[in-house]
């Protein structure tokens, strides 16, 4: 069965810190697509990244990067030197190649980032 | 510029009182979604179609239902409103294998 866990219910960091969110994946799939949506206050999920099981090269946008190691089933996302603007529910979602496009979603993690 | 759109945003109902939510999109995808999030559980699956005329259970797909009569549309229709169905619900649209562009969410109250 497919199942997708964030540990991490919360997290609380000073403006400028590095952070890190979890995600861990299970899949019986070979194929399969892993993706991270954020939810700022205003409510709306924004799409920030998708990655495919035959792809495990990092990805770094700007501050933002991924780690997606198959051999511990993760993909974690890090922001670095956070903002107050980073602050925000994010969450990690698989879609399994069998199942076709449907998300299946972590609980989500919140990234609170004070000045 | 193409968009998904949900109305109404908010929603107050009784409970036992039908309620349609309604999702269109621009994107012309051929896939489409209905979420709900709650705290604690993230974002579930109710119902999605894959298009016209076709439509499939998620994994809390009781008491609700779906039709899918063209391409940009897919109404959610709650047969019996239950205070267990207060939530904000989310309507999602996607080309295959590709990533799902989200509406702006119905907030919606059962009484």
């Known amino acids: 069965a497919q199942k997708v866990t964030q540990a991490q219910t919360e997290i609380s960091v000073v403006e400028k810190e590095d952070v890190t969110l979890d995600c861990v994946y299970e899949?019986?799939?070979?194929?399969?697509?892993l993706f991270w949506y954020k939810q700022p206050p205003s409510g709306e999920l924004v799409f920030l990244i998708r990655?495919?099981?035959?792809?495990?090269q990092n990805e770094i946008s700007g501050r933002y990067s991924w780690n997606f190691q198959k051999s511990t089933s993760s993909f974690n996302f890090t922001i670095t030197a956070s903002q107050v603007v980073d602050s925000a529910v994010y969450f990690c979602a698989l879609s399994e190649a069998g199942n076709t496009d449907k998300l299946i979603f972590g609980t989500g993690t919140r990234l609170q980032v004070f000045p | 510029d193409a968009e998904i759109t949900q109305s109404p945003r908010h929603k107050i109902t009784e409970t036992g009182r039908q309620v349609t939510l309604a999702c269109h999109q621009t994107w012309n995808h051929n896939n489409m979604f209905w979420y709900r999030q709650d705290l604690g559980h993230g974002l579930r699956l109710i119902h999605y179609s894959y298009g016209v005329q076709d439509t499939n259970k998620g994994e809390v797909s009781d008491g609700y239902s779906v039709s899918r009569s063209n391409t940009e549309d897919l109404p959610l229709t709650l047969e019996s409103a239950a205070s267990s169905q207060t939530s904000v619900y989310f309507c999602?649209?996607?080309?295959?294998?590709?990533?799902?562009?989200f509406g702006p969410g119905t907030r919606l109250t059962v009484l």
């Open positions: 899949t019986r799939d070979t194929t399969y697509y």
């Open positions: 990655r495919n099981s035959f792809d495990e």
């Open positions: 999602a649209s996607s080309e295959v294998r590709d990533e799902q562009f």
